[in-house]
């Protein structure tokens, strides 16, 4: 039994990487970044091959530890089209979720994607041919000082946001395409009327990014659970 599970777990992860190659960006955030197809510049205080530790870790799991930090893509990865979904896995330890955390942003006019915390709030949000819009929920409905998996999901037809395999956040937005922008693709941190802004202190493990709609079925794989649990 053990080794039929062992099987079925190596089975999944090959899946969830045969997934992230066909990613319009990943990052293996544990060691830097290396070896992306999109190069990450580190910038402030960081700490990499870290051990995972912490409610949630992934058992020898290697991860970022990042003192007001961040990471910069560069600018050039925009997502086109009516379509989007953004992956992160990073921990808080103190809990407060008060930092950016996956911005191509610039302003809620022009912001292409933008997966962030405030204020002890997670929320994503985008601005298309419609406009602007977003969906956010309280920290205080996940177990705030643990690891999770955090997805944004725009299909043309509605935004969602994701933890840990539940929808915790969705709106109907029969938007059209994503607007884009000259402002830099930025882990950690996000850009407000041309400055780089709220830094984050915590642990990344993780980053992704494709210009399609994960299926459910991608995302529970994407976030090793067994289904996307809908709102409720």
Same mark, same amino acid.
């Given at each position: ?21 066909g990613?319009? $960006? +990943?990052?293996? %955030?544990?060691v830097g ?5 999109? *190069? ?11 051990? $995972?530790g912490?409610?949630? $870790?992934?058992?020898?799991?290697r ?5 007001s ?8 990865? =925009?997502?086109?089209g009516?379509?989007?979904?953004a992956?992160?896995?990073a921990?808080d330890p103190? &809990? ?11 302003? +809620? ?10 204020g ?6 985008? +601005?298309?041919?419609? &406009? ?5 929920? *309280? ?8 690891? +999770?998996?955090?997805?944004?999901r ?6 969602? %946001?994701?933890?840990?395999?539940q ?7 029969k938007?059209? =395409?994503?607007?884009? =922008?000259?402002?830099?693709? %930025?882990? &950690?941190?996000?850009?407000?009327a041309?400055?780089?802004v709220?830094?984050?202190? &915590? ?5 992704? %990014?494709?210009?399609? $709609? ?15 649990e *809908?709102?409720?």
């Open positions: 039994a053990a080794a039929t599970a062992r099987g079925k777990k190596s089975r999944a992860e090959g899946k969830r990487a045969e997934l992230l190659r990613a319009m $960006a +990943h990052w293996d %955030l544990g970044g290396h070896g992306a197809r999109h *190069p990450l510049r580190q910038v402030g205080d960081s700490e990499f091959n870290v051990r $995972a912490g409610p949630g $870790a992934i058992p020898g799991a991860v970022a530890v990042m003192r930090a961040y990471f910069d893509a560069g600018k050039e990865l =925009n997502v086109p009516s379509a989007v979904t992956f992160l896995r921990r103190s &809990g407060k979720w008060n930092a950016a955390l996956f911005a191509k942003r610039g302003g +809620h006019d022009r912001v292409n994607c933008n997966l962030y915390s405030i002890g709030v997670i929320g994503f949000e985008v +601005h298309t041919d419609a &406009g602007f819009v977003g969906v956010s929920f *309280p920290a205080s409905e996940i177990a705030a000082t643990a690891w +999770h998996d955090f997805a944004g725009y299909d043309g037809q509605a935004i969602e %946001l994701i933890c840990d395999g929808v915790m956040a969705r709106k109907i937005w938007g059209g =395409n994503l607007t884009q =922008n000259t402002e830099p693709l %930025l882990l &950690g941190a996000e850009t407000d041309g400055k780089i709220r830094t984050f202190t &915590g642990e990344m493990e993780e980053a992704a %990014l494709w210009s399609r $709609a994960l299926s459910d079925s991608e995302l529970a794989l994407l976030m090793r659970t067994k289904a996307i *809908p709102d409720v």
